[in-house]
């Protein structure tokens, strides 16, 4: 891929500079922008820790009563010239709130995420890797709740969990690490919109008004969907996308 990456990166920072919503997301990308240009000229490849994305809406929230602080993006991408998807395409989301509860205060956090199958076939046959696959199918690229940042935030000091400080009979929201729905392959530009479009719907409404913001989405998706839409005419193709559920 010839693509410069990083310079759309720039020019899309440009464009949320004129959203006040999106001005810290901007930020974000300007503050990593050396980095990404060394790195994707060296190896094709971005690394992104901690930028900054504008809170979800105030809506649908649990537990009821919380408040939102901050969210956030990590993610890692990876391109190897003459593939028609990426390499690596992972992002993970972090939400972080709050909620007060009187003589209690819960610190909380919310995570999903973008995955890489690197343990399909076409990724750990290329890297040498172990022949194990994955117990469920696995798209190659999928949505999936929770991860390991997840994990790490439940470790300890976590409610409900073992051993239990408090008594009586409670309810809580159960989370298992299902499902994985497969989903498109995104690069950090078409990630980034992704997260904007599902943290707050209005704030990304009005990013479609800025013509400069338009033009990058534009873009980013002629230049990774359209051949990956016509490579999906392919069966062996559409199989190593879907993973091995697909029998068609």
């Not at 230049?223 to 996308?241: G, M, Y």
């Amino acid at each position: 891929m010839t693509l410069a990456l990083p310079e759309e990166l720039e020019r899309l920072a440009e464009a949320l500079q004129r959203e006040p919503s999106t001005e810290s997301t901007s930020n974000s990308i300007y503050t990593n922008l050396g980095r990404f240009k060394s790195d994707w000229a060296s190896n094709l490849r971005l690394r992104g820790s901690g930028l900054a994305l504008p809170v979800p809406r105030n809506q649908g929230l649990h537990p009821v009563g919380c408040a939102l602080q901050s969210a956030s993006l990590d993610f890692e991408y990876e391109w190897r010239d003459g593939d028609v998807m990426p390499w690596r395409a992972e992002y993970q989301v972090r939400v972080e709130g709050f909620l007060d509860a009187g003589d209690a205060l819960f610190e909380l956090q919310d995570h999903w995420r973008l995955d890489t199958d690197m343990y399909a076939p076409s990724r750990r046959v290329a890297e040498g890797a172990a022949q194990n696959p994955s117990k469920e199918p696995h798209p190659l690229f999928h949505f999936q709740r929770g991860g390991h940042a997840q994990d790490a935030f439940a470790s300890s000091d976590f409610l409900p969990g073992t051993p239990c400080t408090i008594q009586g009979v409670w309810k809580g929201l159960l989370q298992s690490p299902g499902l994985r729905v497969p989903v498109l392959p995104l690069d950090p530009i078409l990630a980034l919109d992704f997260c904007l479009s599902q943290s707050n719907g209005t704030v990304w409404r009005r990013l479609q008004n800025i013509p400069e913001y338009l033009t990058v989405i534009e873009k980013a998706q002629r230049r990774l969907w359209e051949p990956f839409f016509a490579e999906l005419q392919d069966p062996a193709f559409r199989r190593t996308w879907f993973g091995p559920s697909l029998l068609v």
